[in-house]
């Protein structure tokens, strides 16, 4: 994926299709060197289709982290760590584990 309209359209585009009410909130940013580093929260309800999962009208809160890596004022690498796995429990594809009690 390479710049803006890569990102727009593979990540935020089908976000956005799939979560009308996609709201991004940024818990933390921080830069220091030539790294930037974002902490946030995808909140949304899953009211279209998202990697071939149909509509479950479920909410979810899933945490991201990215890690940027800035070179002549652009970046030229990026780490994303998003917790695929809560996203999934949260969207009923896979099921939670029992309780531990």
Do not use: C
Not at 43 to 50: L, R, V, Y
Not at 78 to 84: E, K, L, S
């Amino acid at each position: 994926m390479h710049g803006p309209d890569g990102f727009r359209n593979r990540v935020y585009k089908p976000l956005r299709d799939a979560f009308s009410d996609l709201e991004v909130v940024i818990e933390e940013l921080i830069a220091e060197d030539n790294r930037v580093v974002l902490r946030a929260t995808i909140h949304g309800i899953h009211e279209g289709e998202f990697n071939d999962i149909e509509a479950t009208g479920n909410t979810i809160e899933v945490p991201v982290m990215v890690i940027h890596r800035v070179e002549d004022g652009l970046v030229a690498e990026r780490w994303v760590i998003f917790d695929a796995l809560s996203m999934m429990q949260q969207l009923d594809v896979i099921p939670n584990p029992p309780d531990a009690t």
